[in-house]
């Protein structure tokens, strides 16, 4: 097989296309052949030391994959060879899903409706997660509530705004000038440019994926009761704002999830959510795509295609 290796930490340079052998599934495991594996930016930052999440290399980077079974191991109960599958795999351990196949556990992938498209499933997984944590299981989501999504065209973002509206909540999104017409086609109600204009609360609930300081105006447009879920550290500031004005901060951590995916994945099918893949590279690219992430600022997702 095919896969995406480093010996050392560094800038996207370290990143090598190498042959390996084919391995096997072992109990509860499944081999699929990876048609998309998503790249987020987290992945740079393991690439380049910059969070040691998976220890020090050699190590293969990649959570992300929708594909194909190719073969399961002893006592997989749900799937066999040609079921089209996708999910977060192992995160945050080492699941190396840069490869053009990868060893994945049953219980933390889910199905792929005939209806949705591999490469769409294989760019959803991590992104789709955490904004369905956020939201749904963080910030307790209810219909009519008045929702904020900070960065609304990033990967989480544009995948959070359509939650939030599948869910009957009234969103505004924010975004840089160019993406607003975006926001608007995904749903939000209201579409800010966050270079010119701040959001109205007060909102029930906000994601803010950037945080830091920009966690104290997401306090602060937050009703007493609301809540604030972050993606990044926040400021001690934030903290101590949230606690005065009776605001729940909370920053999350995504995890893998077999009922969450396969939630993403009914919302798919049934039209609410589509994943926006702004580009993507072939596997031998791998570092162009991480680069391409961090610098172009892409509206939605970029993905690796083995
Ligand atoms: N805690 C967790 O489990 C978890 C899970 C997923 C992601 N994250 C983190 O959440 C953040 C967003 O993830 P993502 O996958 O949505 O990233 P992304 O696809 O790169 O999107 C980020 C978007 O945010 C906007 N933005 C606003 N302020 C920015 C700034 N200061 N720097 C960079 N971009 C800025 C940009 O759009 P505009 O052009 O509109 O400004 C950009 O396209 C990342 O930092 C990521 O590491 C954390």
Known sequence: MQIITQERTGSAQVLQLSEKPTPEPGPGE????????????????????????????????????????????????????GDRVAGLARFPQQAATYASHAIVPE??????????????AGALPLAGLTAWQALVVAGGLAPRQRVLIHSGAGGVGHLAVQIAKARGAHVT?????????????????????YHRAQPV??????????????AETSVALTRAGGK???????????????????????????????????????????????VVVDRTFPLAEAGAAQDYLAEARPAGKVALIP
Do not use: C
């Open 228 to 274: 604030v879920i972050t993606l990044l550290d926040f400021t001690e500031t934030a903290a101590q704002l949230a606690q005065a004005r009776g605001v729940h901060l909370q920053r999350i951590m995504v995890r893998p999830g077999a009922h969450h995916m396969a939630a993403l994945m009914t919302l798919m099918a049934e039209g609410a959510l589509r």
């Open 201 to 214: 609360g007060p909102f029930d609930l906000v994601l803010d994926p950037q945080a830091g300081v920009q």
């Open 173 to 193: 999104a924010t975004a840089s000038a160019g993406k607003l017409e975006l926001l608007r086609e995904l749903g939000a109600d209201i579409a800010v440019d």
């Open 107 to 120: 219980e933390e992938i889910a199905r792929v409706p005939s209806q949705v498209d591999l490469q769409q």
């Open 30 to 81: 499944l081999r699929v052949r990876v048609v998309a594996a998503g790249v987020n930016p987290v992945d740079a930052a393991v690439r380049a030391g910059d969070f040691p999440l998976i220890g020090a290399p050699p190590f293969t980077l990649g959570w992300d994959l929708a594909g194909e079974v190719e073969a399961v191991g002893p006592g997989v109960r749900w799937y066999r060879p």
